[in-house]
């Protein structure tokens, strides 16, 4: 579902060209930072990342949207999963992005779940936990996507999650931060036709 890459008047690159671009969906959402942040605070010393990559993310995404119904079913796609290798340690890290089929406002319709911080008129945080006491911290963006009706970025917005068992000593603030870096990149490679501002940092 994602657009095709950047097209180069030349035949060839160097190795350091080659070397720069991203090779996987954890790398093109958290970038280095993201990544330097992961293998300092990993409790694990081995672990395995894995993921689709953005321009298959928006493949899926726009393939789900073509044909947008108000009441379609949606899926999300883990853009990135990191995971230790040790046997039994179950302890992971996983980013998912897709069309949410919450709606942005449904925190209006009934009291819900966890968390909820407005962050500004077109995203909203949301922190919950799941039935194995782990948190799922959760954000919805108003993504107006071209040739749907002017209701679709509130009744199906762009959704994300992440969850962190992998990391240790890490707050609530520094793990929205990584996700809300992850939302921007999502967002510039969706196109949302409404142009809605991802914060660098949370206000939680």
């Known amino acids: 579902m994602i657009a095709a890459g950047l097209a180069f008047s030349v035949t060839s690159c160097s190795a350091e060209e080659q070397q720069a671009t991203p090779t996987?969906?954890?790398?093109?959402?958290?970038?280095?930072?993201?990544?330097?942040?992961?293998?300092?605070?990993?409790?694990?010393?081995?672990?395995v990342r894995g993921g689709v990559t953005l321009d298959e993310?928006?493949?899926?995404?726009?393939?789900?949207?073509?044909?947008?119904?108000?009441?379609?079913?949606?899926?999300?796609?883990?853009?990135?999963?990191?995971?230790?290798?040790?046997?039994?340690?179950?302890?992971?890290?996983?980013?998912?992005?897709?069309?949410?089929?919450?709606?942005?406002?449904?925190?209006?319709?009934?009291?819900?779940d966890g968390k909820v911080t407005p962050v500004n008129s077109d995203v909203k945080l949301q922190q919950v936990k799941d039935f194995k006491?782990?948190?799922r911290y959760g954000i919805y963006v108003k993504c107006k996507m071209a040739g749907t009706s002017p209701r679709q970025e509130i009744i199906t917005p762009l959704g994300g999650v992440l969850t962190d068992t992998l990391t240790g000593g890490t707050s609530d603030a520094d793990r929205v931060r990584h996700l809300l870096s992850a939302t921007q990149a999502v967002v510039e490679l969706l196109g949302c036709e409404n142009n809605p501002s991802i914060p660098a940092t949370p206000t939680v």
């Not at 996987?24 to 010393?45: F, I, M, P, S, Y």
Request: glycine residues 6%; charged residues 30%; contains cysteine.
């Open 24 to 47: 996987d969906g954890c790398e093109e959402v958290l970038g280095t930072a993201g990544l330097k942040w992961v293998q300092e605070n990993a409790r694990a010393d081995d672990v």
């Open 57 to 112: 993310f928006r493949r899926q995404y726009y393939s789900q949207m073509d044909r947008w119904r108000p009441n379609a079913q949606h899926w999300e796609a883990e853009l990135c999963t990191i995971t230790s290798t040790k046997i039994g340690a179950e302890k992971k890290l996983t980013i998912e992005f897709g069309p949410s089929s919450t709606p942005f406002d449904f925190d209006q319709k009934k009291t819900p």
């Open 133 to 135: 006491n782990v948190t």
